[in-house]
């Protein structure tokens, strides 16, 4: 579904990434890892084309991600903050994204309705705009408006930051369940190590912008990554 | 400190990702500044021998209508004086009082262009009246008192954020006041002279003054440094929220989507109602060219053009000039999001032109003006509609300045929905129906002129598609540094 080739990018001559190939088939649950800078966003910024790669693309359904629009029709992403329209409500919100994903209403409130555990009554009909919402509430908004029009590919970046312990279970459950679907193919971010071992079958770990691991996950997998990061692996 | 606030605003000024465009703009706007110091300086050096050329007491003259003077000056500030937003939250964790913040971003207004500006009529009135024999105490006196008037307004101004109702009521009380002053019903300004004119004859009555500047500077400190926490002067104002469905928009098929969202966007956001309200203010800007003699730099063919556009084209320039600004704070989901540009820029360009049609609608009552007036506004608005609407948004392709549309949020608020940046954008557009119409006036009379303007406007319809692709060209090779200008917030 995706591909990276030879991809690389340098602001001001100094390498942020620099991955050589990375083959994302349809339907895995993709998990990337990594510390600060370690080219986690850039790589789904440039997967979004948001910023311009160095060299090297990147295909997402066949499609050059920064020369045809196509990939749009069928992926799906939540970044941060500005993915959200601050001066809309929830409802609002999910109707424009649905709109322009050739949702009706009815379609829109359908999902929607698989959400209220979710929600927490906190969110649907609580007359409160989005730039009024806390933190964590807005990301649900944004994790969930990524479902709207079934998109093929749904990418996250750190959805596990800034949700309540109940909403992180919560949200494991959902990226589960798009896991076991074998047409979703998921892209998760994450600092969290357990949280990203429980839900993805595949785990990339960037150092520096560099691959330094790519492991299918396994009973094994979480110990492994806690001592590649606790800097046992690396003497 | 001080020192290292300036820095700050250094770096502010030099790092920010539209600098390019920021120097020229404070390059034109130091050319302004320029213009107004000269017309300033050769008032206040030329308007003495004016007045006693023409028999009037100058002193006693100048003191009548001075309060008109503080009066306009109030509102050019309100719309036109930066408000000193320096970047307050990561200040307050800093080892220094916060009253050295509160001084900084305070004094800064003092030292603002709108103070200096007056100096350039002031100073030289005085010396002049010193030289003619007035009383050297009195006039200093006198001079002392306007400069503390000056900077009470200075301070008024900082308090009055977001009080634009009240702003236009008070012109709007002073246009009344004006008008029934001409036609001798009511002279307000023979109380109010009688007190300028106090400050120069009686010896205490400057002291009035320089006491209120006094409070005035101590209140205002005191009330920001009191707003200085998170949950006071720096906090957001929670509204509850409306849901509208505007459903009735759906009849202009795809692109209702966008132009749902954008009568939101408008509705729902300070800064975008202030534009709104501007550009009805600009329906009435027509008054000052066409009403007979009113003030005769504005008479003659080219500037009642130039009016014409400026009555119809008040959305049009404070809000299309600013396509896609006002999506800046979600610029990435918009990117992301399967979105036709076409239908994007359709929607921004169909809000533009209706509100122009709204506002030639509005404009009818110029007819008393003469048919001419009125036919100068109508092309004026077809060419609104037809050219310059495609103008400002090929332009705003180019103004990568993100809005922050709930700007409420800065405890000294930074309301320049219509600044002298705008302004300086728009003029060129003024340009080319002046032009236009010129072409036709003094070759065929004004009514071929008109109708070259309208023709021109009409043949701007036929080029939409060109120049939509010409945007969205634009918005493609732009994309990444236009995203990257957004990330910049301030």
């Given at each position: 579904?995706?591909?990276?080739h030879?991809?690389?990018?340098?602001?001001?001559?100094?390498?942020?990434?620099?991955?050589?190939?990375?083959?994302i088939?349809k339907?895995?649950?993709?998990?990337?890892?990594?510390?600060?800078g370690?080219?986690k966003?850039?790589?789904?910024?440039?997967?979004?084309?948001?910023?311009?790669?160095?060299?090297?693309?990147?295909k997402n359904?066949g499609y050059?991600?920064n020369?045809?629009?196509?990939?749009?029709?069928?992926t799906?992403?939540?970044?941060?903050?500005?993915?959200l329209?601050?001066y809309?409500?929830?409802?609002e919100?999910f109707y424009?994204i649905?709109?322009?994903?050739?949702?009706?209403?009815?379609d829109?409130d359908?999902?929607?309705?698989?959400?209220?555990?979710?929600f927490?009554?906190?969110?649907?009909?609580?007359?409160?705009?989005l730039r009024?919402l806390?933190?964590?509430?807005?990301?649900?908004?944004?994790?969930v408006?990524?479902?709207?029009?079934?998109?093929?590919v749904?990418?996250l970046?750190?959805p596990?930051?800034n949700?309540?312990p109940?909403?992180q279970i919560?949200?494991?459950g959902?990226?589960?369940e798009?896991a076991?679907?074998k047409?979703?193919t998921?892209?998760?971010?994450s600092?969290?190590?357990?949280?990203v071992?429980?839900?993805?079958e595949?785990i990339?770990?960037?150092?520096?912008g560099?691959?330094?691991?790519?492991?299918?996950?396994?009973p094994e997998?979480?110990?492994?990554?806690e001592?590649?990061?606790s800097?046992e692996?690396?003497? | 400190m001080?020192?290292?606030?300036l820095?700050?605003?250094?770096?502010?000024?030099?790092r920010s990702?539209?600098?390019q465009v920021?120097?020229?703009l404070?390059?034109?706007?130091?050319?302004g500044?320029?213009?107004?110091?000269v017309?300033?300086?050769?008032?206040?050096?030329g308007?003495?021998?004016?007045?006693?050329?023409?028999?009037?007491e100058?002193?006693?003259?100048?003191?009548?209508?001075?309060?008109?003077y503080?009066?306009?000056?109030?509102?050019?500030?309100?719309?036109?004086?930066?408000?000193?937003v320096?970047?307050i939250?990561?200040m307050l964790?800093?080892p220094?009082?916060?009253s050295?913040?509160?001084n900084?971003a305070?004094?800064?207004?003092?030292?603002?262009?709108?103070?200096i500006?007056?100096?350039?009529?002031f100073?030289?009135?005085s010396?002049?009246l010193?030289t003619?024999?007035?009383?050297?105490?009195g006039?200093?006196?006198w001079?002392?008192?306007?400069m503390?008037?000056?900077?009470?307004?200075?301070f008024?101004?900082v308090?009055?954020?977001?009080?634009?109702?009240?702003?236009?009521?008070?012109?709007?009380?002073?246009?009344?006041l004006?008008g029934?002053?001409?036609?001798g019903?009511?002279?307000?300004t023979?109380?109010?002279?009688t007190f300028?004119?106090?400050?120069?004859d009686?010896?205490?009555l400057?002291?009035?003054?320089?006491l209120v500047?006094?409070g005035?500077?101590?209140?205002a400190f005191?009330y920001?440094?009191?707003?200085l926490?998170?949950?006071?002067?720096l906090s957001?104002?929670?509204?509850?929220?409306t849901?509208?469905?505007?459903?009735?928009?759906?009849r202009?098929?795809?692109?209702?989507t966008?132009?749902?969202n954008?009568?939101?966007?408008i509705?729902?956001?300070?800064?975008?109602k202030?534009?709104?309200?501007?550009?009805?203010?600009?329906?009435f800007?027509?008054l000052?060219?066409?009403g007979?003699g009113f003030?005769?730099?504005y008479e003659g063919?080219?500037?009642?053009?130039f009016?014409?556009v400026?009555?119809?084209?008040?959305f049009l320039?404070?809000f299309?000039?600013?396509v896609?600004?006002?999506?800046?704070?979600?610029?990435?989901?918009m990117m992301?999001q399967?979105?036709?540009?076409?239908?994007?820029?359709?929607?921004?360009?169909?809000l533009?032109?209706?509100a122009?049609?709204?506002?030639s609608v509005l404009?009818?009552?110029y007819?008393?003006?003469g048919?001419?007036?009125?036919?100068a506004?109508?092309v004026?608005?077809?060419f609104?509609?037809?050219?310059?609407?495609?103008?400002v948004l090929?332009?705003g392709?180019?103004?990568?300045?993100p809005?922050?549309?709930?700007?409420?949020?800065?405890?000294?608020g930074?309301k320049?929905a219509f600044n002298?940046?705008?302004?300086?954008?728009?003029?060129?557009?003024?340009?080319?129906p002046?032009?236009?119409?010129?072409?036709g006036?003094?070759?065929?009379?004004?009514?071929?002129g008109?109708?070259?303007?309208g023709i021109?406007?009409l043949?701007?319809?036929?080029?939409?598609?060109?120049?939509?692709?010409?945007i969205?060209?634009?918005?493609?090779?732009?994309k990444?540094?236009?995203?990257?200008?957004?990330?910049?917030?301030?």
């Amino acid at each position: 579904m995706i591909e990276i080739h030879n991809l690389s990018k340098n602001y001001n001559g100094v390498s942020v990434l620099n991955l050589e190939h990375i083959s994302i088939p349809k339907g895995q649950a993709f998990g990337l890892v990594g510390n600060n800078g370690a080219g986690k966003t850039t790589l789904f910024s440039s997967l979004l084309d948001l910023i311009q790669p160095t060299t090297g693309y990147i295909k997402n359904g066949g499609y050059e991600v920064n020369k045809s629009e196509e990939w749009k029709t069928h992926t799906a992403s939540f970044i941060d903050e500005s993915f959200l329209i601050g001066y809309l409500t929830p409802e609002e919100y999910f109707y424009f994204i649905g709109d322009l994903r050739g949702q009706n209403k009815a379609d829109v409130d359908a999902l929607l309705s698989g959400f209220e555990d979710f929600f927490n009554d906190e969110i649907i009909g609580k007359r409160k705009y989005l730039r009024d919402l806390s933190k964590g509430n807005q990301k649900k908004v944004g994790i969930v408006a990524t479902l709207i029009g079934n998109p093929d590919v749904i990418i996250l970046d750190e959805p596990f930051a800034n949700l309540d312990p109940t909403t992180q279970i919560r949200l494991k459950g959902i990226i589960k369940e798009m896991a076991t679907n074998k047409d979703i193919t998921v892209l998760v971010s994450s600092h969290d190590l357990q949280h990203v071992t429980e839900v993805c079958e595949r785990i990339v770990v960037l150092e520096k912008g560099e691959q330094v691991k790519d492991i299918m996950t396994s009973p094994e997998t979480l110990k492994e990554l806690e001592s590649y990061f606790s800097g046992e692996a690396v003497v | 400190m001080i020192k290292r606030f300036l820095n700050l605003e250094w770096k502010a000024f030099f790092r920010s990702a539209s600098f390019q465009v920021n120097v020229f703009l404070k390059i034109l706007m130091g050319l302004g500044a320029l213009y107004f110091i000269v017309v300033f300086a050769s008032l206040g050096a030329g308007l003495y021998f004016i007045l006693e050329k023409a028999e009037l007491e100058p002193l006693k003259t100048v003191n009548k209508f001075l309060i008109y003077y503080f009066v306009v000056d109030l509102i050019a500030r309100y719309f036109f004086q930066k408000m000193p937003v320096i970047n307050i939250k990561p200040m307050l964790l800093m080892p220094f009082k916060k009253s050295k913040i509160v001084n900084f971003a305070l004094g800064k207004t003092a030292l603002s262009f709108f103070n200096i500006i007056h100096a350039f009529f002031f100073i030289p009135f005085s010396v002049i009246l010193l030289t003619q024999g007035y009383s050297p105490l009195g006039v200093i006196r006198w001079h002392l008192g306007i400069m503390a008037l000056i900077y009470i307004n200075n301070f008024i101004n900082v308090f009055l954020n977001d009080e634009t109702v009240f702003v236009v009521l008070l012109g709007a009380v002073f246009v009344v006041l004006g008008g029934l002053q001409y036609y001798g019903y009511f002279d307000i300004t023979s109380y109010t002279g009688t007190f300028f004119q106090g400050l120069y004859d009686m010896p205490w009555l400057a002291i009035i003054p320089i006491l209120v500047l006094a409070g005035v500077a101590y209140y205002a400190f005191t009330y920001f440094l009191k707003r200085l926490y998170l949950d006071a002067g720096l906090s957001k104002k929670t509204k509850t929220a409306t849901t509208e469905n505007m459903e009735w928009l759906d009849r202009f098929g795809k692109g209702s989507t966008f132009l749902k969202n954008d009568l939101k966007l408008i509705l729902r956001n300070k800064r975008s109602k202030t534009t709104v309200f501007l550009s009805v203010l600009f329906l009435f800007y027509g008054l000052l060219f066409f009403g007979e003699g009113f003030i005769e730099v504005y008479e003659g063919p080219f500037m009642r053009m130039f009016a014409a556009v400026f009555v119809t084209g008040g959305f049009l320039f404070s809000f299309g000039q600013f396509v896609p600004s006002w999506d800046s704070a979600y610029y990435p989901l918009m990117m992301t999001q399967n979105i036709r540009y076409k239908e994007y820029l359709r929607s921004k360009w169909l809000l533009v032109v209706i509100a122009t049609a709204i506002s030639s609608v509005l404009a009818i009552p110029y007819v008393y003006f003469g048919w001419e007036v009125l036919a100068a506004i109508f092309v004026g608005a077809i060419f609104n509609m037809g050219v310059n609407a495609h103008l400002v948004l090929l332009g705003g392709a180019y103004i990568k300045t993100p809005i922050d549309l709930t700007s409420g949020k800065k405890a000294f608020g930074d309301k320049s929905a219509f600044n002298i940046k705008t302004l300086l954008i728009s003029l060129p557009k003024m340009l080319g129906p002046m032009a236009l119409y010129a072409i036709g006036h003094f070759t065929l009379g004004p009514v071929s002129g008109f109708a070259l303007v309208g023709i021109a406007g009409l043949a701007g319809f036929a080029f939409r598609d060109k120049v939509f692709n010409m945007i969205i060209k634009i918005y493609k090779k732009e994309k990444y540094k236009t995203l990257q200008a957004y990330k910049q917030k301030n």
